[in-house]
């Protein structure tokens, strides 16, 4: 069974730091381009970040960039997302999907673009 499963969410204060990790169950991440997203209550979802099969490609929305830092261990089928210097507006349900696009990368940001997706992990940034 085809499975991604999120790990790593939590409370945390204000610029703290937490790291998410996605884990993959019944497929190999190796083919896969993997996208973060979150999704904040009564708002769309939202790319995060996007790491393309090998990690040579990384991209991050405007908001993240600088804070979040997105990575892959393809020897142990996960892939990482390091969330430094949280704000409270990053507080969301993230989700972490794969993708088996080998173009049209540059629409990284979108949900369509991905067919295996995991369940979420609650982020809450506050004090």
């Known amino acids: 069974q085809l499975q991604l499963v999120e790990s790593g969410g939590g409370l945390v204060q204000p610029g703290g730091s937490l790291r998410l990790s996605c884990a993959a169950s019944g497929i190999s991440l190796n083919a896969y381009a993997i996208g973060w997203f979150r999704q904040a209550p009564g708002k769309e979802r939202e790319g995060v970040s996007y790491i393309s099969t090998a990690g040579g490609r990384t991209r991050y929305t405007d908001s993240v960039k600088g804070r979040f830092t997105i990575s892959r261990d393809n020897a142990k089928n996960t892939v990482y997302l390091q969330m430094n210097s949280l704000k409270p507006d990053d507080t969301a349900v993230y989700f972490c999907?794969?993708?088996?696009?080998?173009?049209?990368?540059?629409?990284?940001?979108?949900?369509?673009?991905?067919?295996?997706w995991g369940q979420g992990t609650q982020v809450t940034v506050s004090s």
């Open positions: 999907a794969a993708g088996s696009f080998l173009t049209g990368w540059d629409l990284w940001f979108l949900p369509s673009k991905y067919n295996i």
